[in-house]
């Protein structure tokens, strides 16, 4: 008599940050069909969606901020034609709320998310609140939304290793703030630019200190690119953190960071700001389009980002991309980043074993640090 196959076994190792060579890799592998565009696209309506969400309910901006990289992480690992962007995120959402103890239940999530998603459903309800009875709904709409959740939470578990570990970079912007002799007026920009960091894919390649460091070094920039030298009393101009960031210097070591780290950095959120700019230039002007876009974002019917940092950054998009052309000319060169661990983990994902995710074959194990992390205790 033939003996049954031994079940399947890996490892599974959490990384908490990968490289941009590795998000690359994994993009492109997930991206599928979609342009690059589209997929951007995709990505901020996300992340709108979760703001929204986060602002009806009142959850605290870690808890936002880590649904989006959840988010971000989530696709790294499945392709986006297998999922629907609200699904994700809701699931997103509803991982971070107990990362972060802010629990709220999947029904709970999903009235916020019929209101922001269904404004004609929130007309008939006539609630003074804007909010949907979910009693009065379809409850096999509901459920089956609700199991669709609690699938995709499985997932999200899965590609964060159960690590429930959550460290986020704004109590960083505010120490490095006062480290640098910041104003009180920079301190909130980069705090500002921080929160708009978590619709990009930095906040899952460098640790939060270099994110809140790269925040500073964005805002010290916009505060004095082409503006005249002004300061409080007792603190640096933007001038002056602007100079100290963007060369070699003693703060690297100080601070565990790179300069050519934070120029990468800077790179990404001009970008978004030009995005941002240049939407918010649509929207004033296009007699087609009301003066500021609708704050609920459809999943049939996608827009862009719906809140961004155009009103406190005093530049056009021209602007914008004569900084990103001086900050070409004086820039260092990027070093190459090593993988965490002994290998590549885009290697890892490339193999068989990844479709164990989200399966119940064999067995997997799934570990908090990187493979090899551990090789020298």
């Known amino acids: 008599m033939q003996s049954p196959p031994t079940p399947h076994s890996s490892s599974k190792y959490h990384h ?45 901006r870690r808890t936002v901020a880590t649904a989006q990289n959840l988010y971000h992480r989530f696709h790294l690992f499945f392709p986006r034609k297998d999922f629907n962007y609200v699904d994700v995120s809701l699931a997103s959402l509803y991982v971070s709320t107990k990362m972060h103890d802010t629990l709220k239940k999947p029904r709970e999530l999903l009235a916020v998310s019929y209101a922001i998603r269904y404004p004609d459903l929130v007309a008939k309800s006539k609630h003074p609140g804007g909010e949907i009875d979910i009693d009065s709904m379809d409850q096999q709409i509901v459920e089956r939304d609700r199991q669709r959740l609690l699938s995709i939470e499985r997932l999200l578990l899965e590609t964060v290793c159960f690590n429930f570990t959550s460290r986020m970079p704004f109590p960083y912007v505010i120490k490095l703030g006062k480290t640098f002799g910041a104003s009180k007026k920079l301190t909130k920009l980069a705090w500002r630019l921080t929160i708009d960091c978590h619709r990009t894919l930095v906040p899952i390649q460098y640790p939060p200190h270099i994110v809140a460091l790269a925040n500073l070094y ?80 459809s999943p049939r019917m996608p827009h862009p980002l719906i809140e961004t940092l155009a009103s406190s950054v005093p530049y056009n998009a021209e602007q914008l991309t004569r900084l990103k052309i001086q900050m070409r000319q004086t820039e260092h060169e990027p070093r190459p980043r090593q993988p965490l661990g002994s290998a590549d983990p885009s290697a890892l994902y490339s193999g068989d074993d990844v479709g164990l995710l989200g399966r119940s074959e064999g067995t997997v194990r799934f570990l908090f640090g990187p493979a090899g992390a551990g090789d020298d205790f």
């Open 16 to 60: 908490p940050y990968f490289t941009p060579a590795e998000v690359e890799y994994l993009s492109i592998k997930q991206r599928g069909k979609l342009s690059v565009t589209q997929e951007d696209r995709v990505r901020q309506n996300a992340c709108a969606f979760l703001e929204s969400l986060g602002a009806r309910i009142g959850f605290p």
């Open 218 to 297: 964005v805002a010290a920039l916009l505060s004095s690119f082409e503006q005249p030298i002004a300061s409080d009393p007792g603190t640096r101009t933007p001038h002056e953190i602007a100079a100290i960031l963007g060369k070699n210097g003693d703060w690297e070591s100080k601070y565990q960071a790179q300069v050519d780290d934070l120029e990468g950095i800077a790179h990404t959120m001009l970008d978004l700001l030009v995005q941002g700019v240049q939407i918010a230039t649509l929207n004033n002007t296009s007699p087609r389009t009301p003066s500021s876009p609708s704050p609920h974002p």
